[in-house]
């Protein structure tokens, strides 16, 4: 008898045991079921004032799109996504990130552009697997706190803010391919950034620089470079050792002069130098026999160097309005550049 107690014990300790241990998570909302299969919510421009909380129990769930709302605050449940490698939250009304956010180990693409955030609890450091980060649009005054700690971001794009600094340890970002600043208050790039060999893009559109540092031509595979809109009165002497750069912009800086090393971007495709003090076009012009466009207009240049004839091949378009080059220079190229389109005004 004792023996069939025990057993019966067992037994009913297995059921209830087994009862507790199957979680059924369901989740009915705006007319659409969602359970443990669910692998993506798409949910964009419902104005919604919250991330529903029955989503945070969707422990399966990669791919979180709610762009387009009015939400406010990241719930600090957030953590339990843990499998969740996509968020993105543009366009809603978001002022801050809670520290719960690190919890998304699984993380690898964060977008949250064009929301009010200005203060950052988290440690972004801590989300090993993020590789793509893009805070444009915001109301950020610091660099995210430990960011530059994160060794697998491949692209990030902090532009339209109020960034003062680069902070120097940015060098340990060593996977980083493309940096996007643009439209900040930055005064200047650490020389620290020729750590970073696998970048491959660069843009510092619109902030307050007055030097870009020699640094940045220690940067190999640097194929994409844009400095529009600066206070820049010179390149770095040595560009020319960036020869896998095929787009270089310096419109609307400060410029007087290119530099002779110039005639090392043998893979330039694009450059674009309008709105300058540059008076001449050297010889060294010659040897960036890929380039397809240069842009030099509004400059006061009333001198180009034969050598441009070099480029006849692959030119397509040469913007030359608002110079003051004579009637005869203009002649002089037509004829070294016969197929190539030349903008004048």
């Known amino acids: 008898m004792r023996f069939v107690i025990q057993i019966f014990i067992l037994i009913t300790f297995f059921i209830l045991f087994s009862c507790q241990s199957v979680v059924v998570v369901e989740c009915d909302f705006m007319g659409v079921h969602y359970d443990l299969k669910t692998k993506e919510i798409t949910l964009k421009n419902e ?4 991330i529903p909380e029955c989503f ?31 968020l993105t939250l543009t366009n809603n009304d978001i002022k801050s990130l809670p520290k719960e956010l690190d919890g998304l180990k699984s993380l690898e693409v964060l977008i ?85 060999k696998n970048l491959k893009k660069v843009s510092f559109i619109y902030n307050k620089l007055e030097v870009v540092p020699e640094a940045i031509t220690y940067l190999p595979k ?28 310096f419109d609307k800086n400060l410029l007087t002069e290119l530099p002779l090393s110039i005639n090392g971007l043998s893979n330039l495709r694009r ?24 842009d030099l207009s509004q400059n006061p240049i009333n001198f180009i160097a034969e050598e441009i004839k070099l480029l006849k091949d692959n030119l397509g378009e040469l913007n030359l309005r608002g110079n003051k080059l004579s009637k005869e220079d203009i002649e002089k190229l037509k004829k070294w550049l016969p197929k190539t389109d030349i903008k004048l005004d």
């Open 47 to 50: 104005k919604l004032k919250e």
């Open 56 to 86: 945070l129990d969707l422990q399966n769930l990669e791919i979180l799109d709610l762009r387009g709302n009015k939400i406010k605050d990241i719930p600090k449940s957030i953590y339990k996504l843990d499998k969740l490698k996509r």
């Open 112 to 196: 949250i552009q064009n929301n009010f955030l200005e203060k950052m609890d988290n440690d972004l450091g801590k989300l090993k697997n993020l590789k793509y980060l893009n805070f444009n649009k915001n109301r950020i005054y610091d660099f995210p706190k430990n960011l530059v700690y994160n060794k697998n971001l491949i692209n990030l794009d902090i532009s339209t803010n109020y960034l003062e600094v680069v902070p120097k340890e940015i060098e340990n970002m060593e996977a980083l391919q493309e940096l996007h600043l643009d439209r900040n208050s930055i005064k200047k790039i650490p020389d620290e950034i020729m750590k970073l």
């Open 222 to 249: 640097l194929k994409y470079m844009s400095f529009t809109g600066n206070q820049i009165k010179e390149m770095p002497l040595n560009i020319g050792n960036l020869t896998k750069l095929e787009y270089l912009n």
């Open 271 to 294: 450059l674009h130098l309008s709105k300058n003090n540059i008076t001449s076009i050297p010889r060294g012009i010659g040897s960036l026999i890929k380039l397809e466009r240069i």
